[in-house]
């Protein structure tokens, strides 16, 4: 475990030899340097008799007794660690004061949390309140009240191995899915017959697994080049649509390059790339403005499509290595210099594995510098109403233990997480777990739409290019593309807010959808095919973003995002010429219809020639009840023939 690792290189720097704690024997000084020389060259067990003489030559050698702390710590039997700290501590507590707190990690990681906290406390009556050693005392103390009162009040934890065909006898972590929930990708360790400089003793790999008609996984299978190579790739992050994949590649040469020549700035970088059909395409780097000389990893993509999240492992001069969430934006094709998270969500301590949900709101992560059960814990942050991420909250016992819980995906339906953990009733190593979430820790609801584009005159797959807006702001809320092969996408549309969809491709006419989601545990979700209508006199687009109050036609605010993708339209085909037509259902007086309907036409004509567009190239008419497309026997029906459309004329 780090946290233990760490603590043994406390004992290093703070503690040191041969200071107060000599002997007047000399015997037993000249036992214990020979222990100590021992114990620097690995000679643990020859160490440990050494030292145990020294102590019976001299029953308060001190120093002999830190070497034992040492030892035991080494070889984690941490009972022996706490028998000769506290040992020492009793025969002389200004020896080494900071043994008091590396005795306090050590209770409160063997949650033994009423103990920890006496420890921590006593520390802090001596310890400088400016030093690090006191904030991380502070930090334990609180840590170990919230764990004393975590266990009394534990959150529901029902979890499940997820079987035979997603778990092996190796090691399983870092999940991800798609939005559907139909694909699951994973990192899997798998052993080398003979060591590598690159791979040491196992090789990382991808494994993929679909989800049957009946819920259970098909067996999972490793997808090979060029994802996977003989070197390690880890941490996959799969694009809510499956379309991208982002991850880890380590092992990088003094060139900058692994397996097959895949460029780089690091030891470990972060590279994408795309799916078309069935195949992945050519893995790239995401360059210097995210790759850094330092460790970059974990990378977790937003669902809208232009936001990554990920890890960066720094090594500030003079301090323990720090690993810290960062973020991207993608502007106009290329990636922003990477910005950390405000100190709210990092601290000075560790931040690990990053998960932003789909709902684009709440963000999961890792942490030993919040306060927690001890090691790493599992945090949640939501997204707060001027953008700004707030205060983490602990998933809480037994979600989080006094041991290292990381590697964890919340399902898009927000009903269940997944984790990586070894315990005991698993198939080997590391296993992939699921289990229900609780209320308060679950992301927003979501819904998705997802189909196929295709061109209306032929059937023929397209890749399009989508949008999701608010209507309200104009803000543009995700943005995606469909699979160049087969025209297949899938677009997630967040809970509680109004939302405009447009499908285009260059050469076509735009397709557009309104979704509003009411903030529920039961969204709908939606599946169309879109036929994209070719550039070309007949073609017409229903603008199904465009509003008016019952029985008026001036314009609601909120009609801008449509009529303004319209108006780009125009402007991009500067020869193209539209009729624009106003329709109504059945309901009510037929004229009276035919002159509201005409009316509304007019109302969007006028918008578009404000907005710098010929009256030469736009006409209008009414047709009022005249054209339905659906049925006017149904509420749904006549909500349909209420409809502003345009037909392109020439």
Not at 367 to 386: A, E, L, N
Not at 614 to 624: C, D, N, V
């Amino acid at each position: 475990m780090r946290v233990f690792i760490t603590v043994i290189a406390t004992f290093f720097v703070l503690t040191g030899f041969g200071q107060s704690g000599g002997t007047s024997s000399k015997k037993a000084e000249k036992i214990y340097l020979e222990a100590k020389n021992d114990f620097r060259f690995g000679r643990m067990e020859m160490a440990e008799i050494r030292a145990n003489q020294a102590i019976e030559k001299d029953p308060e050698y001190l120093d002999a007794m830190m070497l034992l702390a040492e030892i035991s710590l080494t070889n984690q039997n941490f009972e022996e660690t706490k028998k000769w700290s506290r040992k020492i501590i009793d025969l002389d507590p200004n020896y080494a004061p900071n043994l008091i707190v590396n005795l306090a990690v050590i209770e409160q990681l063997s949650e033994n949390y009423e103990e920890g906290l006496k420890l921590y406390e006593r520390y802090m009556k001596i310890a400088p309140p400016e030093s690090s050693n006191y904030k991380a005392a502070k930090l334990g103390a609180a840590s170990c009240e919230y764990a004393i009162w975590a266990m009394a009040n534990p959150v529901d934890f029902n979890i499940e191995n997820m079987g035979e065909a997603i778990n092996s006898e190796h090691d399983e972590y870092f999940p991800s899915m798609t939005a559907d929930e139909q694909t699951l990708m994973f990192t899997r360790a798998l052993p080398v017959e003979r060591a590598s400089y690159y791979a040491n003793d196992r090789n990382e790999d991808f494994y993929f697994a679909q989800r049957l008609a009946d819920g259970t996984w098909e067996m999972a299978t490793n997808p090979g080049p060029p994802l996977n190579t003989p070197f390690n790739e880890g941490a996959p992050n799969l694009s809510v649509d499956g379309l991208y994949l982002f991850y880890t590649a380590c092992d990088l040469d003094q060139m900058g390059n692994y397996g097959g020549g895949k460029k780089g700035y690091g030891r470990c970088d972060l590279f994408v790339c795309l799916r078309e059909g069935n195949k992945w395409g050519k893995p790239h780097n995401l360059g210097q403005t995210i790759n850094t000389k330092n460790w970059e990893s974990q990378p977790s993509f937003a669902s809208d499509g232009k936001t990554l999240y990920f890890i960066r492992r720094r090594h500030p001069r003079g301090g323990q290595v720090q690993t810290d969430i960062y973020f991207s934006e993608l502007k106009n094709g290329t990636w922003s210099v990477a910005q950390p998270l405000p100190y709210n969500i990092n601290t000075p301590y560790n931040e690990e594995s990053v998960f932003i949900h789909p709902d684009n709101q709440t963000l999961y992560f890792s942490s030993d510098g919040h306060i927690g059960m001890g090691g790493m814990d599992i945090y949640m942050s939501r997204r707060q109403d001027d953008g700004s991420w707030g205060d983490p909250v602990n998933l809480g016992y037994p979600i989080n233990t006094s041991g290292q819980e990381n590697s964890f995906n919340v399902a898009p339906s927000g009903a269940y997480a997944i984790i990586a953990s070894d315990r005991d009733e698993g198939f080997g190593g590391m296993d992939l777990y699921r289990f229900d979430l609780p209320d308060n820790a679950r992301p927003q609801s979501i819904a998705y739409l997802k189909g196929t584009v295709l061109d209306a005159s032929n059937d023929a797959p397209l890749a399009a290019d989508f949008q999701l807006l608010n209507v309200e702001t104009n803000d543009t809320i995700a943005q995606s593309i469909s699979d160049s092969k087969n025209g297949e996408f899938l677009v997630v549309l967040p809970a509680g807010e109004e939302y405009a969809l447009y499908a285009q491709h260059k050469g076509y006419l735009f397709h557009s959808e309104n979704f509003k989601l009411d903030r529920d545990e039961n969204s709908t979700n939606y599946e169309k095919t879109i036929k994209l209508q070719p550039l070309k006199a007949g073609g017409a687009v229903v603008l199904k973003n465009v509003f008016f109050d019952t029985d008026k036609f001036e314009l609601k605010p909120k009609s801008k995002v449509e009529l303004d993708k319209l108006n780009a339209l125009l402007k991009e085909n500067a020869e193209m010429k539209i009729e624009i037509g106003g329709h109504t259902d059945n309901q009510g007086n037929a004229a009276a219809n035919q002159t509201l309907s005409a009316n509304r036409a007019l109302a969007v004509r006028d918008y578009l020639v404000q907005n710098g567009v010929s009256s030469a190239r736009l006409t209008y008419k009414g047709y009022g009840q005249t054209k339905p497309i659906a049925s006017n026997d149904t509420e749904e029906g006549r909500q349909q023939n209420r409809r502003t459309e345009f037909r392109v004329i020439e």
